[in-house]
């Protein structure tokens, strides 16, 4: 099972972790996986690529565990970027949800 947290502070997403593996079929074939993998790391990349916001980013990527966590403030520009992005992450795991709910759970940490 894929165990996704959305980390809120103040009605605001700051970050999320993602852990666990869907089960869903074999190694390579798990489209389950897939699908959440290429998300998080396409939100990552957003971060990294397109905000250029690295230093204002904290993640890490480990064997089963993704986690990014938004560690500083930013000015109200980024502030409205990086909410759309995290809010299209969330919408997108909500997707995975509801097709593939056997496979994968999402809950909603205050931080």
Do not use: P, W
């Not at 997707?95 to 205050?110: A, G, V, W």
């Amino acid at each position: 099972m894929i165990r996704v947290d959305i980390y809120l502070r103040e009605g605001k997403i700051k970050g999320f972790n993602v852990s666990g593996h869907a089960e869903f079929d074999d190694s390579g074939k798990d489209i389950v996986c897939a699908g959440v993998s290429i998300l998080t790391f396409n939100t990552i990349d957003a971060f990294t690529d397109i905000l250029k916001i690295k230093k204002y980013i904290q993640y890490s990527i480990e064997d089963n565990h993704i986690e990014l966590i938004l560690n500083k403030e930013l000015d109200k520009e980024k502030i409205h970027d990086a909410q759309l992005i995290l809010k299209k992450y969330e919408l997108g795991i909500q997707s995975i949800l509801k097709e593939y709910s056997d496979y994968i759970e999402l809950y909603y940490t205050e931080v």
